[in-house]
């Protein structure tokens, strides 16, 4: 069916007194969990706690500035929350105050609870992904980053590197399943894990310079993929042939860090500027928050990413952070979309079922007469 033939049938029901068309508006409200003194960045979000960092410190809060908690581990330099599952949160803690010597992190809430993830003979280590009971990231060995995959504990770490791939790292945790990347002769690939080095499974599409698999849920997985010498979001279905290009039109580029639902969601450069938005599955139904964001935060932050993302009911929670043009000033954000569009189409569906026995009952009555 046509587009004109959809509004035509919409605009029937309207006038026939069924509600089923009416448009679904999407509301928009932005909450600048950052302070005016420092740069915050949330990256995560689950069951009404984000995570991110405050300043140089791991950070996790509950919906608002005046909520934040800090995480920051006795004796560390800095740290930073890079995932939580709603209870958890994982990311890294620096001892040494010098770069490349992080340990991957777990947190229950509080700086207190903190659990040193670095596995034995490692020279740095990260957490950048959570389960209800597994953490994901990487651990560097000899220089080398490898994809690596914990129990809660530094010594049930499991080394996921596939064979032949000169480094790689776990970007994304969802059931048994692992996702993010692997280097195969200098180039990224997107992939996936089951559990062990050898269940790794190549997503990187033919004749993209790069890729990477940043989020998934249930069948479906978003990231990165190079196309053209640019960078243009991607989201996949558990092969490489399946890859579909969410790069909107216009945009110089664009990433999906999130995806939940039949939505994804991440960044797009449009006239130079990062500007968050969502997508419903291609390239055409982005979505800019930049304007929203913009409105609520101040009109020096022209830039904003979205970097996790969660569905409640039709409701979605974004994470990310805003940000001025020369990066002077980050603020952690949260994005609330409500009524998000996809329940139209249902309303639409049912509207065609009720047309199609409207159609039945004319064409009998047309038969009988």
Request: hydrophobic share 45%.
């Amino acid at each position: 069916m046509k587009p004109s033939s959809l509004f035509s049938l919409c605009s029937w029901f309207r006038v026939a007194g069924f509600g089923v068309c009416a448009a679904v508006q999407a509301q928009v409200s932005v909450v600048d969990l950052g302070t005016p003194t420092s740069n915050s960045v949330a990256y995560a979000v689950s069951n009404g706690q984000q995570a991110g960092f405050d300043g140089t410190v791991a950070t996790v809060w509950s919906g608002s500035a005046g909520s934040a908690v800090n995480l920051n581990p006795a004796g560390a330099f800095d740290s930073h929350a890079r995932a939580t599952n709603g209870t958890q949160q994982g990311g890294w803690a620096d001892f040494v105050g010098v770069n490349g010597n992080d340990h991957a992190a777990l947190w229950s809430g509080t700086a207190a609870s903190f659990v040193d993830l670095h596995p034995a003979g490692a020279s740095s280590s990260i957490v950048l992904a959570l389960s209800a009971t597994q953490q994901s990231g990487s651990a560097h060995y000899s220089g080398v980053a490898h994809a690596t995959l914990w129990n809660g504990t530094a010594a049930s770490a499991v080394d996921l590197n596939p064979a032949g791939a000169g480094g790689s790292e776990i970007l994304v945790l969802n059931g048994a399943q692992q996702g993010g990347q692997a280097l195969f002769g200098g180039v990224a690939h997107a992939g996936l894990w089951s559990g062990s080095a050898a269940s790794f499974v190549d997503l990187h599409p033919a004749g993209a310079d790069y890729s990477l698999v940043y989020t998934m849920t249930g069948a479906a997985q978003a990231g990165q993929m190079g196309v053209g010498g640019n960078s243009h979001a991607a989201l996949w279905f558990g092969s490489a042939a399946s890859v579909v290009d969410l790069n909107p039109a216009g945009a110089t580029s664009s990433a999906a860090y999130a995806v939940v639902g039949s939505y994804q969601a991440g960044v797009a450069q449009i006239g130079g500027y990062d500007h968050a938005g969502w997508w419903a599955g291609d390239a055409a139904t982005f979505h800019d928050l930049q304007p929203a964001i913009t409105a609520a935060i101040g009109p020096s932050f022209t830039s904003s990413i979205i970097h996790g993302a969660e569905l409640v009911g039709n409701t979605l929670y974004l994470v990310g952070q805003a940000y001025d043009a020369g990066m002077a000033d980050q603020r952690a954000i949260l994005v609330t979309v409500s009524a998000v569009p996809e329940p139209a189409a249902s309303a639409l569906m049912i509207a065609l079922v009720v047309l199609g026995a409207m159609w039945l009952v004319l064409r009998r009555r047309k038969v009988v007469s």
